[in-house]
């Protein structure tokens, strides 16, 4: 197709607690791309938290839509891209994934590939080394999946029912450092117990007991207790929210972005506890994306 178009790709959360470089949900934070048929490649970008990217061929949007359409055997055409966004970037809140989302949605339409999910989900997977962050920004709503390096398996999942808030601090947590201060072995009785959390957690999420859901997610012990030292709103923030009748409230990602699940209608009076506490963070009520990538 080589029609103008504009696409919106949905930011995303990983982890969800003990769901570490497995589970992923997306949200209503979006990475919005005008794509018009051009004589060469230029990007532009609308949003300040996209200043200082290139507006040429170095650009992470270009060089996943060459190597995508390079794998599976089309040509890419020239493209103009006008770029905005509300996902801040080294937030914890996919902007990455939502990039890489964007280059390969490019290359399958531009380049006439007809791509499959596993397809595409491959691509996504090489990128970012794991498929939580990608898969949600790809396909939407909540997905659990693992990497094996060079290919990835992914499952979608029914999206929980809750209102979700986050508090965005002012600060950036690069993935390197937040992965830096992770230890590098575990004994097997926290391998044991780590997993087990992990698997209560997503059999709670399917049978939609939240408030054991909720609970699972704060008892994660792979990277939150790590952490802590990165993300210091983190405590209070967990506090106030069980305090209000949360559900749980976890880092996002790497951070530092912090995200509460609460019953449905708490979201706006959690909100509202979170502003007047964290005056110096960006505290947004947030809906789950249900769905792929949207053209409008």
Not at 82 to 98: F, Q, T, W, Y
Not at 189 to 207: D, E, I, P
Request: net charge negative; hydrophobic share 40%; aromatic share 8%.
């Amino acid at each position: 197709m080589n029609a103008a178009v504009t696409m919106k790709v949905p930011a995303s959360t990983a982890n969800l607690g003990p769901g570490f470089d497995s589970l992923g949900l997306a949200f209503s934070l979006y990475l919005t791309l005008e794509i018009t048929p051009a004589s060469e490649w230029k990007f532009e970008h609308r949003s300040p938290m996209l200043a200082g990217l290139p507006d040429d061929e170095t650009h992470l949007v270009y060089q996943v839509a060459k190597k995508t359409a390079d794998t599976y055997g089309g040509e890419l055409p020239p493209l103009h891209i006008v770029m905005d966004s509300e996902i801040p970037l080294a937030r914890g809140l996919g902007s990455s994934a939502a990039a890489i989302a964007a280059g390969i949605e490019i290359a399958d339409r531009f380049a006439d590939l007809n791509l499959s999910d596993d397809q595409k989900l491959t691509i996504g997977n090489q990128f970012e080394g794991h498929p939580d962050n990608i898969g949600a920004s790809l396909f939407g709503g909540m997905v659990v999946g693992v990497s094996f390096g060079e290919s990835a398996e992914i499952v979608q999942l029914p999206s929980p029912e809750v209102d979700l808030i986050a508090i965005i601090p002012p600060y950036e947590v690069k993935t390197d450092d937040a992965r830096r201060v992770l230890p590098e072995q575990f004994t097997r009785a926290q391998a044991v117990q780590g997993s087990a959390v992990a698997n209560v957690l997503l059999s709670a999420l399917f049978a939609r007991n939240y408030e054991l859901a909720g609970q699972m997610m704060e008892k994660d012990g792979f990277h939150e207790p790590y952490r802590l030292e990165l993300i210091k709103e983190l405590p209070e923030a967990r506090k106030l929210a069980k305090e209000a009748g949360a559900y749980a409230t976890v880092i996002s990602g790497a951070g530092p972005t912090i995200l509460t699940f609460a019953p449905i209608g708490k979201g706006k009076e959690i909100a509202s506890l979170f502003t007047d506490r964290f005056s110096d963070c960006d505290v947004k009520q947030l809906h789950i994306h249900s769905g792929t990538i949207q053209y409008i």
